[in-house]
């Protein structure tokens, strides 16, 4: 299993950053998926998730309005767009592979991008 995440960077704040996931080593189109988070010093979160058919998706309320997580099943990749960013989204940003908001379920992790929101 591997999974492969891009598209981080820096934004200012109210700005907007697209973040991908290349998943492979599984049938992604029929597993969960997800992203979680990480800011220093703090623990991982939930941050999004979505079905394998993506017709069902899940927020962590502090981004919810705000994020969408998407995907591709033609494409083995997953999504996030982040728009209205804030400061506090700065954080370490990870695809993870299963139907679960708790980091302790996780089986497989990507290596993460970087966000970082700043003026």
């Known amino acids: 299993v591997q999974l492969v995440e891009s598209g981080g960077g820096l934004a200012q704040p109210g700005g907007s950053l697209r973040l991908s996931c290349a998943a492979s080593?599984?049938?992604?189109?029929?597993?969960?998926m997800g992203w979680f988070r990480q800011a220093p010093g703090k623990e991982r979160e939930f941050v999004a998730g979505?079905?394998?058919?993506?017709?069902?998706?899940y927020y962590a309320a502090s981004v919810k309005g705000r994020f969408t997580v998407s995907r591709d099943n033609a494409k083995n990749t997953l999504y996030l767009q982040m728009n209205s960013l804030k400061p506090e989204d700065t954080a370490l940003y990870y695809c993870?592979?299963?139907?679960?908001?708790?980091?302790?379920?996780?089986?497989?992790w990507g290596q993460g991008t970087q966000v970082t929101v700043s003026s």
């Open positions: 080593g599984f049938t992604f189109s029929t597993v969960a």
């Open positions: 979505i079905s394998w058919s993506g017709e069902n998706t």
């Open positions: 993870t592979r299963g139907n679960t908001n708790s980091p302790d379920r996780v089986d497989y």
